[in-house]
């Protein structure tokens, strides 16, 4: 993970990471970035947004999500 995140929800994931074992949450963690990323991609796909922008989208979210702290 990113342990120079510090936001607000680091600390959650870490004690959820600490709880869990690093492989166990790192293939929850996995399955659930890869579900997030197909909603947004269905979601374009629906609205009509294209390919690259949809992958844009899915690097924002990311981003967002390491400010947030959710890559702790």
């Known amino acids: 993970g990113n342990k120079a995140t510090t936001g607000p929800f680091a600390p959650i994931v870490r004690i959820v990471r600490d709880r869990l074992g690093t492989k166990k949450f790192n293939q929850l963690r996995g399955k659930a970035i ?3 990323s197909q ?7 629906k609205i ?3 390919n690259s922008q949809s992958q844009g989208l899915i690097r924002l979210a990311k981003k967002n999500g390491e400010k947030l702290g959710f890559l702790a």
């Open 48 to 50: 009509g947004v294209s």
């Open 34 to 36: 890869s579900l997030h």
């Open 39 to 45: 909603v947004i991609k269905g979601f374009c796909q």
